[in-house]
Each structure stands twice: as C-alpha cells, then as structure tokens.
C-alpha cells in the first residue's frame, strides 16, 4: 500500500511539472520566444503525437526558427484538423517553396475560417500580395546555367570562391583593415589592388557602401557611394568588374523581396554616379538572404551566396556560367519555372547537349593549386588509402555536402549538449522545486542530444559512401 502511494505521488508530481512546462511554453510561444519554446512541444509531441495544438505549436516554432520545411509534416497535420493558424503558416511554407496553387488553397480556407476577423483579413491580403510579387518573379526566371554547389559554414564563405587574380580579390574584413570588427562582410580589392569597396555601419545602425583608393603607400579618401546605392535597408557584399564600371552587390533595401537581394548597377561617366540598381531575376534572388555575386571572367564562372533552406550558421554557394545578356526562360509550366527559381536541381538547367564535366574538372583543378588551405582542417577517413582534411578534397558535391551537414549538427549537439551539462550540474544541487522544473527540461535535452548523434553518425556514412561510390 505504502509503494502504491508513493508511485502515485511521483506520477501526479510528475504531471504536475508538465503542466508548468507546458504553460511556460506557451507563453514564451505567445511572447514569440519560438527558440525557447521549442524544445518543450518537441518534448511533448514525442508523447502526444497526435494532439493537434502540439503539432501546430510545434510546426509554428519550427517555421519560425527557421527550420521551414521541417514545420510542414506538423502543420499540415494542426491544418487538418482545422486549426486555423496552421492553414496561415502552412501558406506561408508553400509560398516560400513556390507552390503557389498549394499556398492559395490554405489561405482560402483561413480566410473562410477568419471571415469575420478584419485583422486577420488584413494580415492576409498581405501574405497573398507576397505571394503574388513571387508568383510574378517565377515568371521572368533567368535561364542560367548552375554548375556546382556547396554548403559551407557561414564565417568562411569566402572559401568557396576561386577568382583569378585578373578578377580582384575577396578578403574578410578584419585581413584588410587593422581593429576592424568581426563580421561577415568581406572587402573588394581591385585587380591593380589601388582601389576597395567595402561596408561601415553609421551612427543609426545603417551598413552603407564605401570605397577607397590607394594614395602612395596607404589607403585614404574614404567615399560613401551615393544615394542611389545606398537606399535605405542595409548594403553590402560589393564587387566590380574588371571594367571598373559595374558592380554587384547585396541590399535589404531596393524592394527587396527578403533579406539581402542582389543588384547590379553601373557608374555614369556623364553624370558622375551611379546608375539606379536592377535587381536581379531568380533564381538568383529569392525571399531568403542571397548575397556576394562575383564573376570570373578570366575562367568564364561566377558564384553567388544563398541561406535559402539553410541551417542557420551555413549558406549554399552556387557556381554558374554567366550570360553575356539577360535571357529569360519561356515555359507555360509555373512548375517548371518554379523548379528552375529554386533550383531544384543543378542538371536541369544544363543545356542540352553541352558538356560541363570538363569545366567542373577544371574548376576544381585551379582552385586545388591556386586556394590556400583553410585554417580548420579535420580529418576524415574515406578508405583506405584516402583520408580528406579539407572540403575541396572531395571529389563529389553531394558528399561533400552531407559531410558539412554533419558538421553543422555536431556543433549544434555541442551546444546542446553544453545545457545538458549545465543543467545536470544544477539538478544535483537544487531543491526540490527547482529539480522538478529542470527534470523534464533535461528529459527533451537527451532526446535530442540521442537524435543528433543518430542525425550525425547516419550523414557522415551516407558522405563516405557517396564519395566511394562516385569516385571510382
């Protein structure tokens, strides 16, 4: 009997703090502290995994913290039994993945379910003319040939470019100017190395474009490049071609359609300035951040920066063969269009006919002779005889990119494995109410520090054998 009491006490304890998580996610939900909230409905729907509210609360903090496509399968399920909210998010989702009949179709049933609600209304009609702004871009998508692609970690981007010294040189900020604050934004360095483009943050927080040119020995006479550069929003990510007339660069301003967005415009000799900048078409544009357009005209490549469906600390760089003009695709399909706008896949928008595998080869020759080895090197055992301690070691870029996956996880399991530590080190001093608080925090923490070691250990099998399979 006395047993009997003393599970039942422990199971109604135990409830009990799960309400109190409960409650407490909800309201840093509720506040928008998505990030803090997550981890508990993750916990929760490992238990209830059919209770419709999880999913949503689920699929909402995961879109929001920008793990957008992993939001759907709990969306969709919230969506299906009728939440309202989740037909809104799940509209969103498919109008970020250019499933643009998909996105219309969930807005009509929230707008059916909030016909009433003219706030609700209003904050529709603006996700539908977003939608319609995209739908307009899928349209007039370039016909560009992409080549290859890699995900890197955010801080080395620049790893990624190859430019020939004819093309100027891309370096971080900080290897240029002394004291310069550690950020992403790298600096221009022309051909002749006389001249530099590069971004300041100003006394209202603004990041604008500024150049400088080389006076004897030194650099000096900084410039703010004019206004119609350096519209309102952020600028950033410069480079010039070898012309020293255009030039390319990012802008969270411009009508941007979401983060930075890429332009080109061009210097006026007649009347001292810069022409008004174009944004470019998809796919090198798209509603999430795509920056540091650079072109190579010596090898006839360039490569720009995307994050779209990227980890947050990792960004996708793409490789494409520049067109002498503008040339948009012609197809009735929006599917299609839409494919080639997001790039679903590199060898669609190959001609047909061409062979590229002689330039990919060559590309990866010229950048193994000409690109200094990067400053973490690892060591990973493929076979054998062949152990790789550098990204541009792989010889296959799918690989490659399963590899820095599991690389980008491995630093998130530190991190949580990190709060794990601390915790555990809090429960073996705390109290009794404050180790009912921390138990079921620890609980999701060691689910999710158990699911990212299988994440990491099935990535880093998958890499080494694509790399095996692909190279022989």
Not at 59 to 81: D, P, R
Not at 84 to 104: N, S
Not at 206 to 232: C, V, W
Not at 384 to 405: E, G, I, P, W
């Amino acid at each position: 009997m006395k047993l009997r009491s003393i599970l039942l006490f422990f199971a109604f304890s135990a409830l009990v703090v799960q309400a109190q998580t409960l409650d407490d996610a909800k309201k840093k939900f509720g506040e928008g502290r998505y990030a803090e909230a997550l981890p508990v409905f993750q916990s929760e729907y490992a238990s209830s995994p059919e209770n419709a509210q999880i999913n949503h609360w689920l699929g909402v903090c995961l879109y929001e913290t920008g793990k957008i496509l992993q939001s759907e399968k709990y969306l969709a399920f919230a969506a299906k039994k009728n939440i309202p909210e989740a037909h809104l998010y799940l509209g969103q989702l498919f109008t970020l993945m250019y499933r643009f009949d998909d996105a219309e179709k969930e807005f009509t049933l929230y707008e059916k379910a909030k016909r009433r609600d003219k706030e609700a209304l209003a904050k529709l009609s603006e996700k539908r003319a977003f939608l319609e702004k995209l739908r307009k871009m899928v349209s007039r998508t370039e016909d560009v040939q992409i080549i290859d692609s890699v995900v890197v970690p955010k801080k080395v981007f620049l790893s990624a470019y190859h430019l020939s010294a004819t093309s100027g040189s891309l370096l971080p900020m900080q290897d240029f100017f002394e004291n310069a604050p550690i950020n992403d934004f790298p600096v221009f360095l022309n051909e002749r190395k006389d001249k530099v483009y590069f971004s300041l943050t100003d006394s209202l927080k603004n990041i604008d474009l500024y150049t400088m040119e080389k006076l004897l020995d030194h650099f000096g006479n900084q410039k703010r490049l004019p206004e119609s550069i350096n519209d309102a929003g952020d600028q950033a990510y410069p480079f010039v071609m070898s012309d020293g007339v255009t030039i390319y660069f990012a802008s969270t301003g411009h009508n941007s359609i979401g983060g930075y967005d890429l332009y080109i415009t061009r210097y006026n000799f007649a009347s001292d300035s810069y022409l008004n900048p174009n944004q470019l078409n998809m796919p090198f544009n798209s509603p999430f951040n795509d920056y540091m357009l650079a072109v190579d005209e010596e090898k006839g490549v360039g490569w720009f920066a995307s994050d779209r469906f990227q980890p947050e600390d990792s960004v996708c760089v793409y490789t494409f063969i520049p067109n002498r003009e503008v040339t948009l695709l012609e197809n009735p399909d929006e599917i299609f269009m839409a494919n080639r706008a997001r790039i679903s896949s590199i060898r669609a928008t190959w001609k047909e006919g061409v062979d590229y595998s002689s330039l990919i080869e060559e590309l990866k020759e010229n950048n193994s002779t000409k690109v200094a080895s990067p400053k973490k090197d690892f060591e990973f055992v493929i076979d054998d005889s062949r152990t790789y301690h550098q990204l541009s070691d792989f010889k296959n870029a799918n690989a490659r990119n399963l590899y820095v996956k599991a690389i980008n996880l491995q630093k998130q399991l530190e991190s949580v494995e990190k709060e794990l530590s601390d915790k555990r080190d809090r429960y073996a001093q705390a109290g009794p109410a404050e180790k009912n608080n921390l138990a079921s925090s620890i609980l999701a923490l060691e689910k999710e520090a158990e699911a990212l070691h299988r994440q990491i250990d099935d990535l880093f099998v998958q890499s080494r054998n694509t790399e095996i399979r692909n190279t022989f």
